[in-house]
């Protein structure tokens, strides 16, 4: 649910699966995200430094700070970006 599905714009949800050495772009992108993660472990790398969020447990990244995320064991997550998720808005490292 979001911009891209149903033209929703204030919040985006999506249920996510990253198999296992899956890496994402880098980004810094214009919405908050909220991720929960509901099996395995999702890594995230940001500027300050990187951390495994494990099954249970849920992170926040803040507008406009540089995050990239992977999942090199895999999981399945949940992410809920505010406002919602767009391709033009989450400004992904070339």
């Known amino acids: 649910m979001g911009r891209v ?3 929703t714009a204030s919040v985006s949800v999506a249920r996510m699966v990253g198999p296992p050495g899956w890496v994402e772009p ?4 214009e919405f908050d995200e ?3 993660v509901l099996e395995g472990a999702l890594r995230v790398e940001g500027e300050g430094g990187c951390f ?4 249970g447990q ?8 540089w995050v990239r995320y992977s999942t090199p064991e895999g ?3 949940v ?3 505010l406002p919602a998720f767009s391709p033009d ?3 992904r490292d070339e």
């Open 5 to 7: 599905n149903t033209a």
């Open 26 to 29: 880098g980004q810094r992108p």
């Open 34 to 36: 909220y991720t929960l």
């Open 52 to 55: 495994d969020v494990r099954a």
């Open 58 to 65: 849920a992170v926040h990244v803040a507008a406009g700070e």
């Open 75 to 77: 999981a399945t997550y």
């Open 79 to 81: 992410a809920i970006c």
């Open 89 to 91: 808005t989450v400004h």
